[in-house]
Nanobody, 129 residues
Framework: QVQLVESGGRWVQPGGSLKLSCVVS????????MGWFRQAPGEEREFVAG????????VYADSVKGRFTISREHTKNSVYLEMNSLKPEDTAVYSC??????????????????????WGQGTQVTVSS
């Protein structure tokens, strides 16, 4: 089991940008498939973005495609979510998640929260004027 700690969430105006970070404990970070999910008040948790262990494969929810970018940096045991052109509907608690399983390129398995074993506590992102 690994520990995940997110940071970078804050209040931002519509149209603004934020970069979230997730630091993962352990020496096997480079073997984990990683994902970002979000949950707004009164809503179910939803998939935002996923990245393969190598970093070569990335997938995105349609609602964030073209605005958000997921990346990872193995030397820092970190995965990032860069968010641009933020909208009020992006307001949520954002959590990173990890799994030891490998999913093929573009697989819908990235999208399901049940396919990840380890989770962080989340960081709040609020988009409003």
């Amino acid at each position: 089991q690994v520990q995940l700690v997110e940071s970078g969430g804050r209040w931002v105006q519509p149209g603004g940008s934020l970069k979230l970070s997730c630091v993962v404990s352990g020496r096997t970070f480079n073997t984990y498939t990683m994902g970002w999910f979000r949950q707004a008040p009164g809503e179910e948790r939803e998939f935002v973005a996923g990245i393969s262990w190598s970093g070569f494969d990335t997938v995105y929810a349609d609602s964030v495609k073209g605005r958000f970018t997921i990346s990872r940096e193995h030397t820092k045991n970190s995965v990032y979510l860069e968010m641009n052109s933020l909208k009020p509907e992006d307001t949520a608690v954002y959590s990173c998640a990890a799994t030891k399983r490998t999913y093929y390129s573009g697989s819908k398995q990235y999208f399901s929260a049940s396919n990840y074993e380890d989770w962080g506590q989340g960081t709040q992102v609020t988009v409003s004027s």
